[in-house]
Nanobody, 121 residues
């Protein structure tokens, strides 16, 4: 059964950094691409970054390119989202998800529970 659990969210000042973790059930990372998404109240959930199952292909939404980095550790069954130079507009609940070849909210097999990231002084 696909299960994902996020951690690492919190309150950080503008310009600060956080690293989110997404621990997946065994073998998930070998078979599924993983996406990070975020949700702000009143707005639709948006894709932030995705990585294919090989780990060789990554994508980022334009607003986070150069600031966020997705990576994974297969031995730990964990995908990370390193976020630097955080801005108030990055404030959201962040979710990881096991996705199909199309990394989009409409092609998700399983969601994590989410972790809150708040960027504020």
């Amino acid at each position: 059964q696909l299960q994902l659990v996020e951690s690492g969210g919190g309150l950080v000042q503008p310009g600060g950094s956080l690293r989110l973790s997404c621990e997946a059930s065994e073998d998930t990372l070998d078979h599924y691409p993983i996406g990070w998404f975020r949700k702000v109240p009143g707005k639709e959930r948006e894709g932030v970054s995705c990585m294919d199952s090989s780990g060789h292909s990554t994508t980022y939404t334009a607003s986070v390119k150069g600031r966020f980095t997705i990576s994974k550790d297969n031995a730990r069954n964990t995908v990370y989202l390193q976020m630097v130079s955080l801005k108030p507009e990055d404030t959201a609940v962040y979710y990881c998800a096991a996705v199909s070849a199309i990394c989009d909210v409409d092609f998700v097999y399983a969601w994590g529970q989410g972790t809150q990231v708040t960027v504020s002084s």
